[in-house]
């Protein structure tokens, strides 16, 4: 089984400042990362992912995030972020024990991330 | 290409009643998985279809349960509603191994 601890619950910070959001996971068994996001009364979306190869992956809209499986963390940061990137963050982890299907995702219990002025 | 499509997106139902909730994944995704969020537990794993069979289930009582059908749309059903079933669930669907879920807008579940 695995588990998912998202260290802040609350992460407010100013307009062009660098955030951290940070994860760390839980598991017996390789697992697949990802990070998603939630806007208010949407759905979710996929942020980024790691699956294997270079630990340090890249969204188009500025975040990245790197793997590292000694501390079992997979923290999400921004250099400088925009007033639209408040909204809810959620790490997740897929066990790659699963078999051929991965839609089972064990999910943090989310960082909302509220950018001021 | 349609994202996930989930409806209804907005229900109220009365204690002891019934519901019936559907998802069409993104065409040619197999996998279906349904999750349920509320504010106290978070987003928790319902269950996952694959090519209409069932390959994972969350630790949820069996009044909630789901199918898959042949086109991959799947449905999920509450029975014996309960104040505690009021959320929001989310479909998600992907191609299976390893590849991005996608998730639906989800359905928001009342229940009085």
């Given at each position: 089984a695995q588990s998912v601890t998202q260290l802040d619950s609350q992460v407010p910070?100013?307009?062009?400042?660098?955030?951290?959001?940070?994860?760390?996971?839980?598991?017996?068994?390789?697992?697949?990362?990802?990070?998603?996001?939630?806007?208010?009364?949407?759905?979710?979306?996929?942020?980024?992912?790691?699956?294997?190869?270079?630990?340090?992956?890249?969204?188009?809209?500025?975040?990245?995030?790197?793997?590292?499986?000694?501390?079992?963390?997979?923290?999400?940061?921004?250099?400088s972020v925009h007033i639209s990137d408040t909204a809810e963050y959620f790490c997740a982890v897929s066990d790659l024990s699963s078999g051929t299907s991965y839609g089972k995702l064990t999910f943090g219990q989310g960082t909302i991330l509220t950018v001021h002025p | 290409k349609a994202g996930v499509t989930q409806t209804p997106r907005y229900l109220i139902k009365t204690r002891g009643q019934q519901v019936t909730l559907s998802c069409s994944p993104i065409s040619g995704h197999r996998s279906v998985s349904w999750y349920q969020q509320t504010p106290g537990q978070g987003l928790q794993f319902l269950f996952e279809y694959f090519s209409e069979t069932q390959r994972n289930k969350g630790n949820f009582p069996g009044r909630f349960s789901g199918r898959q059908f042949s086109n991959s749309r799947s449905e999920m059903n509450v029975s014996t509603l309960e104040l505690g079933d009021s959320a929001l669930y989310l479909c998600a669907s992907s191609l299976g191994g390893g590849n991005t879920i996608y998730f639906g807008e989800g359905s928001w579940l009342t229940v009085v």
């Open positions: 910070v100013f307009e062009e400042a660098p955030v951290e959001l940070r994860c760390n996971y839980s598991s017996s068994v390789s697992v697949y990362l990802f990070w998603y996001v939630q806007y208010p009364n949407q759905g979710l979306q996929l942020l980024l992912k790691y699956l294997s190869g270079s630990t340090l992956v890249e969204s188009i809209n500025g975040f990245e995030a790197e793997f590292n499986k000694s501390q079992t963390s997979f923290h999400l940061r921004k250099p | -």
